[in-house]
């Protein structure tokens, strides 16, 4: 036994392979620990806290994973596993099998990002795309006259989604997904796109819409009593539309009109100092 090697092998890189390895490694031994694991850690790193005491578990692991990843002794070998061993007590001989990286080991992190996103293991599908159900004649006719007079381009979608919104008081779901279509892009930028701004609308509205400022200076104005007004008159409740679609309520946060507070505006024309019995009157006013 006196050609004893001077170096360990310890497999796992866990709380108690770490501290295995730095009181070997303290001691003067070559350490060579070997995980199946991106990074030293283990399980106890996947935890928030721990028993019984609910100590913080990385702010007990973390000191421990730095001095093994800085101790000079310490050879660490990530993602890689046993394999053969041969040999007697002291003299062991290991065939450690390590798994393709495609990576630049000296300036890996141990993040875990190239596994996640490795192309060879996370095989990319396109699936095709299913046709799409076809849109009302009317709809049709809005969609394709809205891109014409656009050029077709991507680049012009704001333009092209205000002309539909105009023309159909509201943005279809399923024309959205014709357009996507017809212009190559994808419809979640579409979405993004129609969800943004207030000016959209993807549900229909009446054939007039109301708004109400709810601004500061409407509000403490008395502009709550008018909505509560309206929603009895109209029954139904902000960015709602009546049964017969005639009126849409909504609120909004500002008109521009402060000074003449509490404000409204139906289809764009603004009233000023609205008192709750002006309702009516405004409201049968709208043909």
């Known amino acids: 036994m006196s050609d004893k090697k001077g170096s360990a092998l ?17 001691s003067g031994f070559k350490v060579h620990m070997v995980t199946k694991d991106p990074s030293i850690g283990g399980i106890m790193s996947m935890l928030d806290k721990t028993f019984p005491t ?40 290991v065939k450690i099998k390590h798994k393709a990286r495609s990576i630049d080991q000296t300036k890996c992190t141990g993040c875990g990002e190239c596994t996640r996103h490795c192309p060879v293991r996370n095989i990319i599908q396109i699936p095709e795309r299913a046709p799409l159900p076809e849109l009302k004649p009317e709809w049709r006719q809005v969609l394709e006259e809205s891109m014409e007079s656009n050029q077709r381009s991507a680049s012009a979608l704001i333009a092209i989604l205000q002309e539909i919104n105009a023309r159909l008081k509201y943005l279809p ?20 796109v129609a969800t943004f701004y207030n000016a959209f609308s993807l549900t229909p509205v009446g054939r007039h819409i109301i708004e109400v400022c709810s601004g500061t200076a ?63 009157s405004i409201l049968k006013d709208q043909a």
């Open 10 to 26: 310890i497999v796992g890189g866990g709380i108690g392979g770490m501290q295995a390895a730095l009181d070997l490694a303290e």
């Open 54 to 93: 609910g100590d913080c578990a990385m702010c007990m692991i973390s000191p421990k994973m730095v001095e093994v990843g800085r101790h000079p002794n310490i050879n660490i070998m990530t993602m890689s596993e046993l394999g053969e061993v041969s040999g007697e007590p002291g003299n062991f001989k």
């Open 173 to 192: 779901r399923l024309a959205l997904s014709h357009l996507a279509r017809s212009l190559d892009i994808p419809e979640s930028h579409v979405l993004s």
């Open 218 to 280: 409407c509000h403490v104005k008395g502009s709550k009593r008018l909505i509560d007004r309206l929603r009895e008159e109209l029954k139904i409740e902000p960015g709602q539309t009546t049964r017969d679609e005639r009126f849409t309520l909504r609120t909004v946060n500002c008109i521009g009109c402060c000074a003449l507070a509490p404000a409204l505006r139906v289809d764009g024309e603004v009233f000023g100092y609205v008192k709750v019995s002006d309702l009516p």
